[in-house]
């Protein structure tokens, strides 16, 4: 009870980045820029829907950090959001392709984590090419992002969630993507209040892998194991969502007359 009263309390409990939204990103990346903000947004939300990214992993926390050659760093120095390096692409065959190659044929794009918050450092985690719906795959928006990087000259050591602003390279921050976040989920649930808005922010992209994953119907384990958990405090990212209460009905459906 203690616990529950705690957890009620809690404000400005985050909201889960949606399909719908992304749907909606992916309609206006499809006529802008390869290498503006939406474009590169949208490829990010892709993958963080699978990935489930904390903030820190991808983006800077301000407007100074948008600067190239000014980034969040480790305690060691390196940075600390996504390299180059950091990502790894293979055929149908499983093989590597080369990073001097386009990645057109990427069959899986595998994502590496030089440090973790659960200290489980260096893991890579795999993603194969949706080829039911190309909107929402993560390989092809990974190459997206790896080929942006690549084509707007990021060095080896600097993060590659970029994008071009007045023929500028600068690089993806924690404020424009919540403002952005914010206005989508304003035009599409109609939402009007601050405090309900200000529910979506950067960590809404692990939230919403989170949620995903549960109302699919994936084992503890999955989630545990493909969004990088040791512990159960997921449990704490769930939401009652639309899916969950079709599942409720079709297994209330399933009861017999005369069972349950």
Same mark, same amino acid.
């Given at each position: 009870?203690?616990?529950?009263?705690?957890?009620?309390?809690?404000?400005?409990?985050?909201?889960?980045?949606?399909?719908?939204?992304?749907?909606?990103?992916?309609?206006?990346?499809?006529?802008?820029?390869?290498?503006?903000?939406?474009?590169?947004?949208?490829?990010?939300?892709?993958?963080?829907?699978?990935? &489930?990214?904390?903030?820190?992993?991808?983006?800077?926390?301000?407007?100074?950090?948008?600067?190239?050659?000014?980034?969040?760093?480790?305690?060691?120095?390196?940075?600390?959001?996504?390299?180059?390096?950091?990502?790894?692409?293979?055929?149908?065959?499983?093989?590597?392709?080369?990073?001097?190659?386009?990645?057109?044929?990427?069959?899986?794009?595998?994502?590496?984590?030089?440090?973790?918050?659960?200290?489980?450092?260096?893991?890579?985690?795999?993603?194969?090419?949706?080829?039911?719906?190309?909107? $929402?795959?993560?390989?092809?928006?990974?190459?997206?992002?790896?080929?942006?990087?690549?084509?707007?000259?990021?060095?080896?050591?600097?993060?590659?969630?970029?994008?071009?602003?007045?023929?500028?390279?600068?690089? $993806?921050?924690?404020?424009?993507?919540?403002?952005?976040?914010?206005?989508?989920?304003?035009?599409?649930?109609?939402?009007?209040?601050?405090? +309900?808005? *200000?529910?979506?922010?950067?960590?809404?992209?692990?939230? &919403?892998?989170?949620?995903?994953?549960?109302?699919?119907?994936?084992?503890? $384990?999955?989630?545990?194991?493909?969004?990088?958990?040791?512990? +159960?405090?997921?449990?704490?990212?769930?939401?009652?969502?639309?899916?969950?209460?079709?599942?409720?009905?079709?297994?209330?459906?399933?009861?017999?007359?005369? *069972?349950?």
């Amino acid at each position: 009870l203690k616990e529950h009263r705690r957890w009620e309390s809690m404000p400005n409990r985050r909201e889960p980045i949606t399909k719908a939204m992304i749907l909606y990103w992916a309609k206006l990346a499809k006529t802008a820029h390869q290498d503006s903000f939406i474009a590169a947004f949208y490829d990010w939300m892709v993958v963080g829907k699978y990935a &489930g990214f904390r903030k820190s992993e991808w983006l800077q926390d301000a407007a100074e950090h948008k600067r190239t050659g000014d980034y969040m760093r480790n305690i060691d120095g390196t940075v600390k959001a996504f390299i180059l390096a950091d990502f790894e692409f293979r055929d149908a065959r499983n093989r590597k392709i080369s990073v001097k190659r386009k990645t057109n044929n990427a069959h899986q794009a595998s994502i590496r984590w030089r440090f973790q918050k659960n200290n489980d450092n260096g893991q890579k985690v795999p993603y194969n090419k949706n080829v039911k719906e190309s909107r $929402m795959c993560a390989v092809s928006a990974a190459r997206r992002i790896y080929e942006r990087a690549v084509r707007l000259k990021v060095s080896a050591e600097e993060p590659i969630a970029v994008y071009t602003q007045d023929k500028k390279v600068v690089y $993806m921050t924690q404020r424009e993507v919540e403002v952005e976040m914010q206005s989508c989920a304003k035009k599409l649930y109609n939402l009007t209040s601050k405090e +309900d808005l *200000g529910r979506y922010t950067a960590h809404s992209v692990r939230v &919403g892998a989170c949620v995903a994953l549960h109302a699919a119907g994936a084992s503890v $384990m999955t989630i545990q194991f493909r969004l990088r958990w040791r512990s +159960d405090k997921f449990k704490n990212y769930l939401r009652q969502v639309h899916q969950l209460a079709e599942a409720h009905n079709i297994s209330m459906n399933a009861v017999s007359e005369y *069972g349950a």
